[in-house]
């Protein structure tokens, strides 16, 4: 139970850091 729930840890800020970098992307595309 206790490793199950830091694994879902794990994948949430996985998901929070794909997001994140997605809208960092999207932010640098323009402003060139």
Do not use: H
Request: charged share 15%; proline share 0%.
């Amino acid at each position: 139970m206790a490793q199950y729930s830091r694994m879902g840890m794990e994948i949430g800020f996985f998901v929070i850091y794909l997001q994140v970098k997605n809208i960092l992307v999207k932010y640098t595309l323009l402003l060139r």
